[in-house]
T-cell receptor, first 109, second 114 residues
Framework: QKEVEQDPGPLSVPEGAIVSLNCTYS??????FMWYRQYSRKGPELLMY????GNKEDGRFTAQVDKSSKYISLFIRDSQPSDSATYLC?????????FGQGTRLTINP | NAGVTQTPKFQVLKTGQSMTLQCAQD?????MYWYRQDPGMGLRLIYY???????DKGEVPNGYNVSRLNKREFSLRLESAAPSQTSVYFC?????????????FGEGSWLTVV
């Protein structure tokens, strides 16, 4: 079983839609949960960081963590064409930082 | 503020040739990393340096060597390039080892081995 599973997509939605991106993990030692955004031909950049179960909101973005189910999600409200990118989940714990495969998202005007 | 700078951005190599990817960070970070990114595989750690003077293997170290030249610089060397090493390579740095909320990435180096 892989430590981290992320649907690679691609995912294409119309502008204004609510987007849901998801990852599952198997390592109980993971304590910190992150989402990175990667634009085409650029390096990943940290988008959201959290360490507890529940929701964390930042503008149009909400990160959700369910430790009991080993499941994290990123929600994007009122999606914009500028949100088109690859989104990577990441997990930190036991002196490891592990990334998901990334989901390629396209927001169509 | 440059952050993490890696060179070259694009390179084409013939099988068997050698090359070095250079990386420098100006954030006074202790830890530095080299990742490769392939379609459907995500970011895979090649080598990392938790602090100046130390280096360790990551998930996919075969065919690569690294040098932590000083606190700022961390280079990745391919001694005898193979087509399987065609990939996008990212250098990164962070304040502490495996610190997901302080890690910063360079813009990537596209390497093709023919």
């Amino acid at each position: 079983q892989k430590e981290v599973e992320q649907d690679p997509g691609p995912l294409s939605v119309p502008e204004g839609a609510i987007v849901s991106l998801n990852c599952t993990y198997s390592n109980s030692a993971f304590q910190y949960f992150m989402w990175y955004r990667q634009y085409s031909r650029k390096g990943p950049e940290l988008l959201m960081y959290t360490y507890s179960s529940g929701n964390k909101e930042d503008g149009r973005f909400t990160a959700q963590v369910d430790k009991s189910s080993k499941y994290i999600s990123l929600f994007i409200r009122d999606s914009q064409p500028s949100d088109s990118a690859t989104y990577l989940c990441a997990f930190q714990g036991a002196q490891k930082l592990v990334f998901g495969q990334g989901t390629r998202l396209t927001i169509n005007p | 503020n440059a952050g993490v700078t890696q060179t070259p951005k694009f390179q084409v190599l013939k099988t068997g040739q050698s090359m070095t990817l250079q990386c420098a960070q100006d954030m006074n970070h202790n830890s530095m990393y080299w990742y490769r990114q392939d379609p459907g595989m995500g970011l895979r750690l090649i080598y990392y340096s938790a602090s100046e003077g130390t280096t360790d293997k990551g998930e996919v170290p075969n065919g690569y060597n690294v040098s932590r030249l000083n606190k700022r610089e961390f280079s990745l060397r391919l001694e005898s390039a193979a087509p399987s090493q065609t990939s996008v390579y990212f250098c990164a740095s962070s304040e502490a080892p495996a610190s997901g909320n302080t890690i910063y990435f360079g813009e990537g180096s596209w390497l093709t081995v023919v």
